[in-house]
């Protein structure tokens, strides 16, 4: 047996010798670095410096008040249209369900620049079709990308656009595990079609619906494209700026990365804390 | 309680037409089983009345009064699902009053219901538990349960034993007959199984290829098959089948002579059906049936094969020639493989059935 697992260690070596280097070290290493003073040669352990200013960086304020922001509002925003196109993508009156089920899954393969481009000639303020529409609707057109409360709206609509058919593929999954003979029990009983909605097909895709609410906390706690590319690196004046571009702009744009580090590791924190908070909230009645 | 009344209902799947023309009466407070082979419809025939299926043609009256159009919920029927379908979010307590409540029932009523069911099943202990912490017998009583607290007119059972192990399947075949002498109500119950159907009938409905093939008391078709198909379903073992010819006929009998059996012959009386001279027929033995050698009016050398011994009786699987018959014998538990013994049949124990399989009498 001892014989057995040294050579299924053997095999894995080359693998645990990449993960240690480039996963394991980085994430240790960081950690130490947000210790340090890294704007001095030599760089210098400070265990203040860098957790200090973070409490007190309105910079750093900003990024999460906007991270937490989008959070609160595209999550569950995403996870109730994910969760709509699911049940009309379940739907037995649906034609051609392949075909909406690619176009809702479509987007999560589309190039992140590419996609980040158009979106910025759609809500462009002369010539993009957003504008164009709300015009032909009597409404006046927005400066998407001047102003704040349209920038980080512009951001939502990026993220939900993206993301909602991919969750909506996972719901779906969970929708067609729920057995159709609980529905018709429920006919039976003379339940409506809506209360069966809410009585039983949402209790019965709790576990996914977490799922799926997890995975989009931590992306968005990490959301560093959108805010980068479509409106400009955090713009209006860091209107937009969220944690992840924070982290990019202190590591690699200052060279800070002691500071990046802290910054890292506080997202990493929020992320699991936020989660443990949702797990404990969604729990399953003992 | 109702009666229920399927007059000429069929059923399509797009063009595939699945229950052809089927008439049924049942009357109030009975307890009717469809039996059937898979794929026969009958599970389609339930679900129609139960109004999950369309009824493409005829017309189903509970009550008498003809439901074809109306709501599953407004026709006074409980349904019981083979899987159980039962809520697995809510404890028994919720899954038993959930259609009460949502339909706005008075909670003292509801709660008379819930309890009332509990105690007619003996759930009363399990009321807090989730569908995952109960067996599958518990599962089944709260299925059950969820039916009795909606006060139907009718129960639908749809193969709710099938997922239990034997052992259960006994007990909950004695519980739902105490159920229907208990609660007095038409119940329909489906199945593949025949002694289910045997054990609990007040009447069985034989379907085959969605044709209704005999409907009768249990022992009726046991005794008095309409056909081969209908002898063959039901009994266990199933009734044994020879094949034979018609080669003499007098005003008043004709003589049968079995084709593998050195020429063995029967007399059974003419009748109206009976075909002519030289037609092949088939006849039908149950392997309680067969007399030991000399007590009937034709004997049969076999060979047994393999010998069941069950304790209060035995079958011996035998080749008679290239036919394989099953012979109950109290005695045979001496019998082992390769042993030759001679069996009898007797005329009047003897079904006919003509080459299509319809019997002849």
């Known amino acids: 047996m001892r014989t057995q697992n040294a050579t299924a260690y053997r095999f894995l070596t080359p693998y645990l010798l990449i993960f240690a280097i480039f996963w394991i070290w980085p994430i240790i290493s960081s950690f130490i670095i947000s210790f340090q003073a890294t704007r001095t040669v030599p760089w210098r352990f400070a265990p203040t410096f860098n957790w200090g200013r973070l409490i007190g960086d309105p910079a750093f304020y900003n990024a999460l008040k906007n991270t937490l922001l989008i959070l609160v509002i595209q999550v569950p925003v995403m996870i109730a249209l994910a969760i709509v196109m699911a049940v009309l993508l379940n739907s037995p009156l649906l034609k051609a369900r392949g075909l909406y089920r690619f176009a809702f899954f479509a987007p999560v393969v589309v190039g992140e620049v590419a996609y980040s481009a158009v979106f910025r000639l759609m809500f462009s303020l002369d010539f993009g079709i957003v504008n164009k529409l709300l015009e032909s609707v009597g409404l006046a057109k927005i400066d998407w990308f001047s102003n704040v409360t349209p920038a980080m709206a512009l951001i939502m609509i990026a993220v939900t656009w993206r993301w909602a058919g991919y969750n909506a593929i996972i719901i779906l999954a969970g929708l067609q595990s729920i057995p159709e003979d609980v529905y018709e029990a429920a006919t039976l009983d003379r339940v409506s079609k809506l209360r069966q909605f809410f009585y039983i097909t949402l209790p019965l895709l709790k576990p996914v619906i977490v799922f799926c609410a997890v995975l989009s906390i931590i992306g968005t706690m990490q959301l560093f494209t959108e805010p980068f590319l479509i409106t400009e690196r955090g713009g209006p004046g860091g209107g937009t700026e969220t944690l992840g571009l924070l982290l990019y702009r202190q590591g690699f744009r200052s060279l800070n990365f002691g500071y990046a580090s802290a910054v890292a590791y506080t997202m990493a924190g929020l992320a699991i804390a936020i989660t443990l908070v949702q797990l404990w909230l969604m729990r399953e009645p003992k | ?361």
């Open chain 2, 1 to 361: 309680m109702a009666a229920v009344t399927l007059t000429n209902v069929v059923k399509r799947f797009g063009i595939f037409e699945v229950v052809h023309g089927a008439n049924i009466d049942i009357a109030d407070g009975e307890f009717v089983v469809f039996v059937g082979p898979s794929g026969c419809g009958k599970s389609t025939l339930l679900r129609m009345i139960a109004g999950l299926e369309d009824i493409s043609g005829g017309d189903i009256a509970i009550g008498g009064k003809v439901i074809n159009d109306v709501e599953p919920a407004d026709r006074g029927i409980a349904m019981v699902f083979q899987s159980y379908a039962l809520y697995p979010h809510m404890t028994v307590e919720q899954n038993l009053s959930f259609g009460l409540r949502m339909n706005g029932n008075p909670k003292a009523d509801t709660e008379r219901r819930v309890k009332r069911a509990a105690e007619i099943l003996r759930i009363d202990e399990l009321m807090q538990r989730r569908p995952k912490q109960l067996s599958g017998g518990q599962r089944q009583r709260v299925a059950i349960g969820r039916a009795i607290v909606r006060e139907p007119q009718v129960f639908l059972f749809d193969e709710p034993l099938s997922n239990l192990d034997a052992e259960l399947r006994v007990q909950m075949r004695v519980e739902i007959s105490r159920l229907h002498k208990e609660l007095g109500v038409t119940m329909i119950y489906v199945t593949h199984d025949q002694t289910e159907a045997m054990t609990l009938a007040d009447r069985i409905v034989v379907l085959k290829a969605g044709n209704v093939e005999q409907i009768g008391a249990p022992l009726d078709l046991y005794d008095d098959p309409a056909n081969r198909f209908v002898a063959g379903f039901i009994g266990s073992p199933k009734m044994n089948f020879l094949s034979a010819k018609v080669v003499e006929t007098t005003n008043s009998a004709a003589i049968i002579e079995l084709a593998h059996h050195g020429g063995a012959r029967l007399r059974k009386p003419l009748c109206e059906t009976f075909p002519a001279l030289g037609a092949e027929v088939v006849l039908g033995v149950r392997p309680e049936h067969f007399f030991e050698a000399g007590e009937g009016d034709c004997d049969i050398p076999v060979k047994a094969d393999v010998a069941e011994h069950l304790g209060s009786v035995s079958y011996v699987y035998a080749n008679a020639g290239p036919e394989e018959l099953i012979v109950e014998r109290e005695a045979s538990r001496q019998r082992a493989s390769g042993d030759h013994f001679t069996v009898s049949i007797k005329t009047e124990r003897a079904l006919l059935f003509d080459k299509a399989g319809a019997r002849i009498r």
